[in-house]
């Protein structure tokens, strides 16, 4: 690749930084593509990240600096030394968390360093220069890991709709090697010093967790707590390891997502002297469960009450007083006003005029275009489970309501969803526009106090349009 791009004197330095420029270029030169060739590009976003495909990654994830390959596979691809360098590179080999082939059960090995960089982003002739010395190495076995396999599946073909798909790659991927490091090693286990056969076994026990979503990770950590090692009234002696990595200012706002979990699982169990600042927020001197009992139902969240255990926000204790869950905030039961008072308008204004329907009764939905609740999800960019959320509540209009919950059922008419996007947009279509992290947006958005519509917290974050636009040109 270097010395093809030397022959044509195309400068391949920015090209190997992902320089944006650099990949028009020479899609201009090549004469393909454009879209084509940026997705299969690494391209730079400033800062240390990259994009690659639908994923994000950031340096410390990526491995930028040396080739890493499986001496089997080699092995088995190479045709000759002369022709060395017509083995395929697989993408999965870049990514620091992924350290074994799952064909040939062994250990990744990473090709000797170069003196400059550069000279160790040429795939071709790297293999080429390297190729006695790969076929000389010890192949060190490895057991297949469910956890590298889940990223190899993810960055070859795409994101699911779990909580764990919604982290970016490079947090998804270290949560699970150092929550499994903190239940394997316990409290006094520290960052450095492990062997890449160790990190693969800690991935694979963090992301047996991890996987199920934010209320597993606070049961792990809750029984953290149960452990009788170590004093369970202080959470960073407790959490050890788990707890200085989420610390660590080295973290992009991409981890965020991943900070609130815990944030909200220490709040909710340790008391926490006033002002103690947790993972960046300051305590307010007492556990969440006691500060929710000043958020109370009034007004009109108070005559809603039913319907706000229906919507999965309030809960009816054993006394029959209805409280708000422990993650309803006075801005979220606001937000559910102005939603339920907007499509209620809306519906009326629709009844008086002959206008499109926002939310159109069963009957005339019956003969609309329809889309399955998948398709809904991917425009929407949000999950299918939020899709469903969005049309047991009227928010969306459905059409069978009894085939609901079946994956690929044609349900939700193409006219309400049109009509959901003129006044709406999820953090998944915003992430998209603005081509910024979701991680990092969602904070910024939190941080303006831009209102999310009212919904229980492992369901997809959606913005008022109206509220995003106002908060774009304030950024401008
Ligand atoms: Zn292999």
């Known amino acids: 690749m270097q010395r093809f791009c030397g022959d044509i004197a195309f400068p391949i330095d920015p090209l190997f930084r992902g320089e944006k420029v650099a990949i028009e270029q020479l899609a201009q030169l090549a004469g393909c593509d454009l879209g084509a060739l940026e997705r299969v590009s690494i391209r730079h976003l400033g800062k240390g990240h990259f994009r690659l495909r639908e994923e994000f990654a950031s340096l410390q994830s990526f491995q930028r600096t040396r080739i890493r390959v499986c001496p089997e596979c080699i092995r088995s691809e190479m045709p000759s030394a002369?022709?060395?360098?017509?083995?395929?590179?697989?993408?999965?080999?870049?990514?620091?968390?992924?350290?074994?082939?799952p064909k040939h059960s062994c250990m990744l090995i990473s090709i000797p360093a170069e003196k400059f960089h550069k000279d160790a982003r040429d795939f071709a002739a790297q293999l080429r220069k390297h190729h006695g010395w790969i076929l000389d190495q010890p192949v060190l076995k490895a057991t297949p890991s469910p956890f590298e396999a889940y990223l190899s599946n993810r960055i070859l073909s795409g994101r699911g709709d779990r909580w764990i798909d919604r982290l970016e790659l490079n947090v998804a991927s270290r949560a699970c090697e150092v929550l499994g490091l903190r239940i394997a090693k316990g409290p006094d286990a520290v960052l450095s010093g492990h062997s890449e056969p160790d990190w693969m076994g800690y991935g694979a026990l963090g992301y047996d967790t991890l996987k199920d979503g934010p209320v597993a990770l606070s049961n792990c950590l809750a029984d953290m707590a149960r452990e009788d090692v170590v004093?369970?009234?202080?959470?960073?002696?407790?959490?050890?390891?788990w707890m200085a990595w989420l610390k660590s200012r080295s973290l992009g706002?991409?981890?965020?997502?991943?900070?609130?979990?815990?944030?909200?699982?220490?709040?909710?169990?340790?008391?926490?002297?006033?002002?103690?600042?947790?993972?960046?927020?300051?305590?307010?001197?007492?556990?969440s469960l006691n500060l929710q009992k000043s958020v109370s139902l009034k007004g009109?969240?108070?005559?809603?009450?039913?319907?706000?255990?229906?919507?999965?926000?309030?809960?009816?204790?054993?006394?029959?007083?209805?409280?708000?869950?422990?993650?309803?905030?006075?801005?979220?039961?606001?937000?559910?006003?102005?939603?339920?008072?907007?499509?209620?308008?809306?519906?009326?204004?629709?009844?008086?005029?002959?206008?499109?329907?926002?939310?159109?009764?069963?009957?005339?939905?019956?003969?609309?275009?329809?889309?399955?609740?998948?398709?809904?999800?991917?425009?929407?960019?949000?999950t299918a489970k939020t899709v469903?959320?969005?049309?047991?509540?009227?928010?969306?209009?459905?059409?069978?309501?009894?085939?609901?919950?079946?994956?690929?059922?044609?349900v939700v008419t193409t006219d309400s969803l049109a009509?959901?996007?003129?006044?709406?947009?999820?953090?998944?279509?915003?992430?998209?526009?603005?081509q910024r992290p979701q991680g990092s947006l969602s904070?910024?958005?939190?941080?303006?106090?831009?209102?999310?519509?009212?919904?229980?917290?492992?369901?997809?974050?959606?913005?008022?349009?109206?509220?995003?636009?106002?908060?774009l040109t304030a950024e401008r």
């Open 82 to 101: 002369a022709e060395s360098w017509r083995v395929p590179r697989r993408l999965q080999w870049k990514f620091s968390s992924i350290r074994s082939c």
């Open 231 to 241: 004093d369970g009234r202080f959470f960073g002696r407790l959490f050890g390891p």
């Open 253 to 287: 706002d991409e981890f965020e997502p991943l900070r609130d979990v815990v944030r909200r699982h220490v709040f909710d169990n340790f008391s926490v002297r006033k002002g103690v600042l947790v993972l960046g927020v300051p305590s307010e001197g007492m556990t």
């Open 300 to 382: 009109f969240a108070k005559r809603n009450a039913e319907d706000l255990i229906y919507r999965g926000l309030a809960t009816r204790e054993a006394s029959g007083d209805i409280v708000p869950m422990s993650f309803v905030t006075l801005g979220m039961l606001d937000a559910y006003e102005r939603e339920k008072k907007f499509f209620r308008n809306a519906k009326r204004s629709s009844e008086g005029g002959k206008s499109r329907t926002f939310v159109s009764d069963e009957t005339n939905a019956a003969g609309e275009s329809r889309l399955s609740i998948g398709d809904a999800a991917g425009q929407l960019r949000v």
């Open 388 to 410: 469903g959320y969005l049309i047991q509540h009227g928010m969306l209009c459905g059409v069978d309501a009894s085939e609901l919950y079946r994956r690929g059922a044609t």
């Open 419 to 434: 009509r959901f996007q003129e006044s709406f947009i999820s953090l998944g279509e915003f992430a998209e526009l603005v």
């Open 443 to 471: 904070m910024k958005l939190r941080n303006a106090n831009v209102a999310l519509l009212a919904m229980p917290h492992d369901l997809s974050r959606i913005y008022w349009r109206e509220d995003v636009d106002v908060y």
